[in-house]
């Protein structure tokens, strides 16, 4: 089991910046990649960002330069740095860890998953 625990979120107004962290504990394991999600309401939940053991990363085209994904040394937690956020952005954003690649975003690929993080970007 790997439990994962978002901070972070908040009110934030257009073009401000929010970090959100994740923490993860129980049978991490090396090999594995960590990701962002994100959900609006009535709307499926989509990938953001992923970053592998190795620090490669990517990311959906609409957050690209905007966004930066990193973990701490120890990959026990990773990071969302939002920058030049637009109200867009709002969603609640979710931590996922499990899937095989960066490049995977289908969510169904993702083994584990935090309880959410609230993200409100004001116009």
């Known amino acids: 089991q790997v439990q994962l625990v978002e901070s972070g979120g908040g009110l934030v107004q257009a073009g401000g910046s929010l970090r959100l962290a994740c923490a993860a504990s129980?049978?991490?394991?090396?090999?594995?990649?960590l990701a962002w999600f994100r959900q609006a309401p009535g709307k499926e939940r989509e990938f953001v960002a992923a970053?592998?053991?190795?620090?490669?990363?990517y990311y959906r085209g609409s957050v690209r330069g905007r966004f930066t994904i990193s973990t701490d040394d120890a990959k026990n937690a990773v990071f969302l740095q939002m920058n030049s956020l637009k109200p867009e952005d709002t969603s609640v954003y979710y931590c996922a860890w499990g899937a095989s690649s960066i490049y995977e975003t289908d969510k169904a690929r993702y083994n584990y998953w935090g309880q959410g993080t609230q993200v409100t970007v004001s116009s």
């Open positions: 129980g049978r991490t394991s090396s090999g594995y990649t």
């Open positions: 970053i592998s053991r190795t620090s490669s990363t």
